[in-house]
């Protein structure tokens, strides 16, 4: 009787502690979300709740018109006051995601009658799914490791730096939630390949359509899960489970993908989605001869597929060519990897060793996710947020399980130190020898039993074989598993302790990279001197300017950078803005930039520009501004318009706006905006960013007007000039000249772009 009493009694705390370990595991999983949300938040209490960057604008007004007008007049959209006079069809060329999740958070909290702006839940968008990032890396990294992994890994990302750059409050773009996206379709594929659940599969089917309609980083998924499926067929680890995960995902995946406007039959024709295509016919090929495999002999099997070999690769090297892109972004440098996952980068190494004790397909995929997003950060900078999670995910992995063996480890030899008798201390160590062996042991019994069996049951030659083949491969492994279990006290607690100042120093790095380098707004700029913190509004003040002091239909004429603030803020119609998507348009804007003032004038007629604006950081340092953009603009616009040179600019291959300046330089559009009435401010026209005085310092303008400079220079507007009135004595000469003469004048003018 004492028997089951105990053992029930065993059971009963054992559910004890795993209900306790559950609602902890539910608490740590709360307040990593809190952190998560929190930490983003460093730029609305230091400035103020507004959208950040410029991209975000865009998003925000797309978010305003869905809100007010509804979803049906979102799709047919066409925005008429950008890219003027082209316009651009919004609903077909934009990800709708963002704009839909956000546009329902604010119709539910309406429904709710909690009354918050559209702007209000723009800016806090990010900051929510951040905490949904936290969580599903949780999931993610739980499948492939188990809890504990799972926890650390989830409170890393939550303060990942690379992360925070593109989750901030107000940073409402595209990546706010596509990170989670990315995240949870790449659990619910695990969870899949784990379990072979069709419902999970349908899950992550669903999950990669809401990843299409965030972000076009969506390719990243439907080209790592074919890699590592295919890898799992390579190595011999392909079973139904893997069908299941991958066959759905390719087909009804597909079929959602193309439900996306911008999308469309993308999904199917373009070259991102071959390779799961490609996968999908060789999974089924591989299915197909696993299933003939077990119809056929097995002489019998190996002449068909020698047949069938043979017969594939003479088409192959026929028929099949090999397609191949290379695509060219600007790679990150060293110091930024440091930046973005600091003591991470050490931590990823012991994560990828944990991985392969032992190895599993979650495992497996973790390593490949790992290895590609590598990859892909060193060809972009942006792509760094890619890395993030598969960094955090690994040192998750890599905290767990050192934390695991030094706890054990101190837990051992506490036990061992403070055990009474001597007797006690020997069972103890009998225990912990007889631990390490146990495996071994019983894998040792098991093949006794089988081999005394043996004579009773009179197996055949083949299955004597496999039990000797059984025999002798249990026994080898766990004897150097459990060797390396336990550390002496002193190096157990160096460990701990050192693991603990590793991770202070990360929560340092991460606290101070949320509130100081990522939280400051690119529309108000601050700067510290010794009569304290100073403010730059000269953004929003030029805005307003237009907003008040200009006809709704006038045209504004700017670099592609600042075309979604102005329209968003000021609601004025913008010739190019941040879309780029026609480089002819924004090339004749640098042509314009990059013209005198008289040709300048003649283009921006053309397009009906009213009103040219330019940022210039001279005065205050700002270094981001139009002079320091302007060899973009006449490179791009050379491209389009060959009589517009880069050397023409260059003085000896140096870009200069000083006395050496080339006269093309310093009579160009751009610079007699930027610098006009500039040496009036300290009387020798001293630029900041530059470092050195300007070369022409007294010009007049004589097609434009300067109607407006916000208070710290920062941006000045200028007017276009009305065209002059002819005089009719010009007119008498012109008509008693020659007609050679009047057909070359006419020559001249025809076109305002040469």
Same mark, same amino acid.
């Given at each position: 009787?004492?028997?089951?009493?105990?053992?029930?009694?065993?059971?009963?705390?054992?559910?004890?502690?795993?209900?306790?370990?559950?609602?902890?595991?539910?608490?740590?999983?709360?307040?990593?979300?809190?952190?998560?949300?929190?930490?983003?938040?460093?730029?609305?209490?230091?400035?103020?709740?507004?959208?950040?960057?410029?991209?975000?604008?865009?998003?925000?007004?797309?978010?305003?018109?869905?809100?007010?007008?509804?979803?049906?007049?979102?799709?047919?959209?066409?925005?008429?006051?950008?890219?003027?006079?082209?316009?651009?069809?919004?609903?077909?060329?934009?990800?709708?995601?963002?704009?839909?999740?956000?546009?329902?958070?604010?119709?539910?909290?309406?429904?709710?009658?909690?009354?918050?702006?559209?702007?209000?839940?723009?800016?806090?968008?990010?900051?929510?799914?951040?905490?949904?990032?936290?969580?599903?890396?949780?999931?993610?990294?739980?499948?492939?490791?188990?809890?504990?992994?799972?926890?650390?890994?989830?409170?890393?990302?939550?303060?990942?730096?690379?992360?925070?750059?593109?989750?901030?409050?107000?940073?409402?773009?595209?990546?706010?939630?596509?990170?989670?996206?990315?995240?949870?379709?790449?659990?619910?594929?695990?969870?899949?390949?784990?379990?072979?659940?069709?419902?999970?599969?349908?899950?992550?089917?669903?999950?990669?359509?809401?990843?299409?309609?965030?972000?076009?980083?969506?390719?990243?998924?439907?080209?790592?899960?074919?890699?590592?499926?295919?890898?799992?067929?390579?190595?011999?680890?392909?079973?139904?489970?893997?069908?299941?995960?991958?066959?759905?995902?390719?087909?009804?995946?597909?079929?959602?993908?193309?439900?996306?406007?911008?999308?469309?039959?993308?999904?199917?024709?373009?070259?991102?989605?071959?390779?799961?295509?490609?996968?999908?016919?060789?999974?089924?090929?591989?299915?197909?001869?696993?299933?003939?495999?077990?119809?056929?002999?097995?002489?019998?099997?190996?002449?068909?597929?020698?047949?069938?070999?043979?017969?594939?690769?003479?088409?192959?090297?026929?028929?099949?060519?090999?397609?191949?892109?290379?695509?060219?972004?600007?790679?990150?440098?060293?110091?930024?990897?440091?930046?973005?996952?600091?003591?991470?980068?050490?931590?990823?190494?012991?994560?990828?060793?944990?991985?392969?004790?032992?190895?599993?397909?979650?495992?497996?995929?973790?390593?490949?996710?790992?290895?590609?997003?590598?990859?892909?950060?060193?060809?972009?900078?942006?792509?760094?947020?890619?890395?993030? +999670? %598969? *960094?955090?995910?690994? @040192?998750?992995?890599?905290? $767990?399980? /050192?934390?695991?063996?030094? &706890?054990? =480890?101190? !837990?051992?030899?506490?036990?061992?130190?403070?055990?009474?008798? +001597? %007797? *006690?201390?020997?069972? @103890?160590?009998?225990?912990? $020898?007889? /631990?390490?062996?146990?495996? &071994?042991? =019983?894998? !040792?019994?098991?093949?006794?039993?089988?081999?005394?069996?043996? +004579?009773?049951?009179?197996?055949?030659?083949?299955?004597?074989?496999?039990?000797?083949?059984?025999?002798?491969?249990?026994?080898? !492994?766990?004897?150097?598993?459990?060797?390396?279990?336990?550390? +002496?006290?002193?190096?157990?607690?160096?460990?701990?302790?050192?693991?603990?100042?590793?991770?202070?120093?990360?929560?340092?790095?991460?606290?101070?990279?949320?509130?100081?380098?990522?939280?400051?707004?690119?529309?108000?700029?601050?700067?510290?001197?010794?009569?304290?913190?100073?403010?730059?509004?000269?953004?929003?003040?030029?805005?307003?300017?237009?907003?008040?002091?200009?006809?709704?239909?006038?045209?504004?004429?700017?670099?592609?950078?600042?075309?979604?603030?102005?329209?968003?803020?000021?609601?004025?119609?913008?010739?190019?803005?941040?879309?780029?998507?026609?480089?002819?348009?924004?090339?004749?804007?640098?042509?314009?930039?990059?013209?005198?003032?008289?040709?300048?004038?003649?283009?921006?007629?053309?397009?009906?520009?009213?009103?040219?604006?330019?940022?210039?950081?001279?005065?205050?340092?700002?270094?981001?501004?139009?002079?320091?953009?302007?060899?973009?603009?006449?490179?791009?616009?050379?491209?389009?318009?060959?009589?517009?040179?880069?050397?023409?600019?260059?003085?000896?291959?140096?870009?200069?706006?000083?006395?050496?300046?080339?006269?093309?330089?310093?009579?160009?559009?751009?610079?007699?905006?930027?610098?006009?009435?500039?040496?009036?401010?300290?009387?020798?026209?001293?630029?900041?960013?530059?470092?050195?005085?300007?070369?022409?310092?007294?010009?007049?303008?004589?097609?434009?007007?300067?109607?407006?400079?916000?208070?710290?220079?920062?941006?000045?507007?200028?007017?276009?000039?009305?065209?002059?009135?002819?005089?009719?004595?010009?007119?008498?000469?012109?008509?008693?000249?020659?007609?050679?003469?009047?057909?070359?004048?006419?020559?001249?003018?025809?076109?305002?772009?040469?």
């Amino acid at each position: 009787m004492a028997e089951p009493e105990s053992s029930t009694a065993a059971a009963g705390g054992s559910r004890l502690r795993n209900a306790f370990g559950g609602v902890l595991c539910a608490f740590t999983l709360l307040l990593i979300g809190v952190l998560a949300f929190s930490i983003r938040l460093f730029s609305v209490i230091k400035y103020e709740s507004v959208i950040h960057e410029f991209d975000p604008y865009f998003n925000f007004r797309v978010t305003q018109f869905l809100s007010k007008n509804g979803i049906y007049e979102f799709w047919n959209w066409f925005d008429d006051r950008t890219w003027y006079p082209l316009g651009r069809v919004i609903g077909g060329t934009v990800y709708p995601g963002l704009t839909l999740t956000a546009g329902t958070i604010w119709w539910l909290l309406n429904s709710l009658n909690i009354p918050l702006s559209v702007e209000t839940v723009c800016v806090f968008t990010a900051p929510i799914f951040s905490a949904n990032a936290s969580w599903a890396t949780y999931l993610l990294t739980k499948e492939a490791k188990g809890t504990g992994a799972g926890l650390m890994a989830a409170a890393i990302l939550a303060m990942v730096p690379s992360y925070i750059s593109r989750s901030v409050a107000g940073s409402y773009d595209n990546e706010a939630v596509a990170i989670f996206a990315l995240i949870f379709t790449f659990y619910l594929y695990v969870k899949t390949l784990n379990t072979g659940s069709l419902f999970y599969a349908t899950l992550n089917a669903l999950s990669y359509f809401y990843m299409v309609c965030s972000w076009g980083g969506y390719t990243f998924i439907i080209n790592l899960i074919p890699i590592h499926v295919l890898l799992c067929i390579v190595t011999g680890r392909y079973s139904s489970r893997l069908y299941i995960a991958y066959a759905p995902l390719v087909i009804l995946g597909t079929l959602l993908a193309a439900l996306v406007p911008v999308v469309g039959f993308n999904a199917v024709m373009t070259s991102e989605h071959f390779a799961s295509f490609l996968v999908f016919i060789i999974l089924h090929v591989v299915a197909l001869v696993y299933y003939i495999k077990g119809l056929l002999t097995p002489r019998l099997f190996k002449v068909a597929m020698t047949l069938v070999i043979t017969v594939g690769l003479t088409y192959a090297s026929k028929y099949i060519p090999i397609i191949a892109s290379v695509s060219e972004h600007q790679p990150p440098t060293w110091p930024s990897y440091f930046m973005d996952i600091n003591v991470l980068a050490f931590l990823i190494p012991a994560g990828i060793i944990s991985c392969f004790l032992p190895l599993s397909d979650a495992s497996s995929f973790v390593v490949l996710y790992l290895v590609t997003a590598v990859y892909f950060s060193g060809v972009m900078v942006r792509l760094m947020l890619v890395l993030a +999670p %598969a *960094a955090c995910i690994l @040192s998750g992995i890599a905290l $767990s399980e /050192a934390f695991d063996v030094l &706890t054990r =480890s101190v !837990k051992y030899q506490l036990s061992k130190l403070f055990d009474d008798s +001597p %007797a *006690a201390s020997g069972d @103890s160590s009998a225990e912990s $020898s007889s /631990a390490s062996t146990t495996s &071994t042991n =019983s894998a !040792k019994n098991e093949t006794r039993s089988e081999k005394t069996e043996a +004579p009773k049951e009179k197996p055949s030659k083949k299955n004597r074989k496999k039990e000797k083949e059984v025999a002798e491969s249990v026994p080898v !492994k766990p004897k150097k598993e459990k060797k390396l279990l336990v550390l +002496p006290m002193e190096a157990s607690v160096l460990g701990i302790l050192l693991l603990i100042v590793l991770g202070g120093f990360y929560v340092v790095h991460c606290v101070w990279a949320a509130a100081e380098a990522y939280s400051a707004p690119s529309i108000v700029l601050t700067s510290r001197s010794r009569d304290g913190l100073h403010v730059f509004d000269d953004f929003r003040e030029a805005y307003a300017w237009l907003s008040h002091n200009t006809d709704v239909d006038d045209k504004v004429a700017s670099w592609w950078d600042y075309g979604y603030q102005t329209t968003a803020m000021a609601n004025r119609t913008v010739i190019v803005d941040n879309n780029t998507w026609n480089n002819t348009h924004i090339a004749t804007v640098g042509t314009a930039m990059s013209s005198p003032e008289k040709a300048a004038w003649e283009i921006f007629n053309s397009l009906d520009v009213k009103y040219v604006l330019v940022v210039f950081g001279g005065l205050v340092g700002y270094p981001s501004d139009d002079i320091n953009k302007f060899l973009w603009m006449v490179r791009i616009g050379g491209g389009v318009f060959p009589h517009i040179k880069e050397p023409d600019y260059l003085r000896d291959g140096n870009y200069r706006v000083d006395a050496q300046g080339t006269p093309t330089m310093l009579n160009c559009l751009m610079y007699k905006l930027c610098y006009y009435r500039f040496v009036e401010t300290d009387g020798k026209g001293f630029d900041r960013v530059r470092g050195y005085e300007i070369g022409k310092k007294h010009f007049k303008l004589t097609h434009f007007e300067e109607v407006f400079t916000t208070h710290h220079w920062m941006v000045r507007i200028y007017k276009l000039k009305p065209q002059k009135n002819r005089v009719r004595g010009k007119l008498k000469k012109l008509k008693s000249g020659s007609k050679a003469s009047s057909t070359n004048a006419a020559g001249r003018k025809k076109n305002p772009w040469q």
